[in-house]
């Protein structure tokens, strides 16, 4: 036997004992990493940790300095998370706060009389007006109330009915026949060509519902989100001596 044999196998079991030794220190470290960390497991995996410089014959006790900031920094990046969550949510209630105050229903009822076709009008006045069906049958049914306007041959742009539902009879663009003999503060006759008109359901005794209150002010939220207006104006105001309505109108429950 040569001495590098011997000394070949003399190295042979003390190589096998150290990589044994060091195999159990790794092993005991990574079980405690296990035990301590069970809640964390998912974010910090213990390889991770190994792998961010820690030799195999170390000691537990460094690799336990970095579970514990390991813990701190996942606790840390919950905490952010959490917080960005949260803004999120106030950022999704506000959204849906701005939505539904111009998110109102309008449904379309259009009428093929009381109007003059346009393209080119330019809007900047609201009328507001009350009507009722007055040819016998409830006075507050929409249907009848139309039918009496077919009978005129006249038509606002919009209607709302008792319940607060607005209904289009006339697109914005088109002339509606709604204001008559008329003039408006700064003197210009003729209101229909430059004007939307607002029909509310109401007798000459009767107040508007809570709900009517909130679709008028709604509707001119859109139509003034649309068009560049200069007034909000009653029937009465515009055509003073000749007609009267919108009956009974609160004017301070109107934004305008
Ligand atoms: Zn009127």
Excluded: C
Excluded at 109 to 134: E, F, M, P, Q
């Amino acid at each position: 036997m040569s001495v590098r044999t011997k000394i070949i196998l003399l190295l042979v079991p003390i190589i096998a004992l150290l990589v044994a030794g060091g195999l159990y220190f790794l092993n005991k470290g990574h079980k405690k990493v296990v035990v301590e960390n069970e809640a964390l497991q998912k974010e910090v995996e213990p390889q991770s940790l190994v792998s961010d410089g820690v030799k195999l014959n170390d000691e537990a006790e460094p690799l336990n300095d970095i579970v514990e900031e390991k813990i701190e920094e996942a606790k840390e990046e919950e905490k952010i998370e959490k917080v960005v969550e949260e803004k999120k949510d106030e950022k999704e209630d506000v959204k849906e706060e701005s939505e539904e105050e111009i998110d109102f229903d309008i449904k379309n009822k259009l009428v093929s009389w009381g109007y003059t076709k346009s393209s080119t009008r330019t809007i900047d006045t609201i009328v507001v007006h009350s009507s009722y069906n007055a040819l016998g049958g409830d006075e507050y049914d929409t249907d009848l109330l139309i039918k009496e306007y077919k009978e005129y041959g006249v038509s606002p742009h919009y209607l709302i009915d008792r319940k607060g539902k607005v209904y289009r009879l006339v697109e914005d663009k088109n002339v509606a026949y709604h204001a008559g003999v008329s003039e408006t503060p700064d003197g210009r006759e003729g209101v229909n060509a430059f004007s939307i008109g607002v029909e509310l359901i109401n007798n000459k005794e009767d107040e508007y519902t809570k709900a009517q209150y909130s679709s008028l002010n709604n509707l001119i939220d859109y139509l003034e989100g649309k068009y560049k207006m200069k007034y909000i104006l009653g029937h009465d105001e515009i055509s003073p001596g000749r007609k009267t309505d919108p009956w009974n109108m609160n004017w301070k429950k109107v934004d305008r």
